[in-house]
Every structure is written in structure tokens, then in C-alpha cells.
């Protein structure tokens, strides 16, 4: 079981942590594989924001690099993703999930995953 929390109403330019935390029988395969964060908004697909693999350096879409930084405590089960300047376009609910890279280079998302948190950028 994944379970993020962190989310809230920011206004623009502000900052929030989100947090995910792995329990159960999710541990183990959350600690030894990649862990992404997604954004939805509305009924949209779900954007992949952030990674943090396993070993290896973090990739971010573009519209988030330099402001978002994805890091992972693997002692406490949990990933971080620290979000600044926050502007309306990250309004969304995010989830994480573990991952796995593909043959293309990208990245395939697993059945774990959580329920969401809400993020709400205020302009």
C-alpha cells in the first residue's frame, strides 16, 4: 500500500512537500525499484512528473526541472517530491507509484500506486 500525503492550497510561488509512504507488502518492492510521481488534472491522463530510480539520478518532465526535486528515504519507506514556485499549471492531483523502465527508454507504472494527493495552486 502506497499512501501520499502533503497536498493542499498554495498560492503562486509558494511551496509544498508531498510525501509517499510505502507499508505492508509494498515495501520491498517499493525500496528496490523506481518510484514516480504522476499529476492529473481533471480526466486527463496522468503526467509523469517526477522519478526517482533505483540508483541512478532523478528525471523530471520539463516543466518542472529546477523547481521540483524528488528525493527517497528508503530507512522510512518514503519518497519526497518538494515542489517551489508553484504556479496554476501544477494545480493537479498527484500520485505515486512504483515504476519500471521499459525497451523504449521510458518509464512503465506497476500496480502499486496510491490514492492521490490534491495540490491546488491559487493565482
Known amino acids: 500500500k502506497l499512501v501520499e500525503s502533503g497536498g493542499g492550497l498554495v498560492q503562486a510561488g509558494g511551496s509544498l512537500r508531498l510525501s509517499c509512504v510505502a507499508s505492508?507488502?509494498?515495501?520491498?518492492?517499493?525500496?528496490?525499484?523506481?518510484v514516480a510521481w504522476y499529476r492529473q488534472v481533471a480526466e486527463k491522463q496522468r503526467d509523469l512528473v517526477a522519478v526517482?530510480?533505483?540508483?541512478?539520478?532523478?528525471e523530471y518532465q520539463d516543466s518542472v526541472k529546477g523547481r521540483f526535486t524528488i528525493s527517497r528515504d528508503n530507512a522510512k519507506n518514503t519518497v519526497y517530491l518538494q515542489m517551489s514556485s508553484l504556479n496554476a499549471e501544477d494545480t493537479g492531483v498527484y500520485y505515486c507509484a512504483v515504476v519500471g523502465r521499459n525497451y523504449a527508454g521510458g518509464w512503465d507504472v506497476s500496480d502499486y500506486w496510491g490514492q492521490g494527493t490534491l495540490v491546488t495552486v491559487s493565482s
Open positions: 505492508g507488502a509494498s515495501v520491498n518492492i517499493f525500496n528496490t525499484n523506481a
Open positions: 526517482s530510480p533505483d540508483g541512478g539520478n532523478p
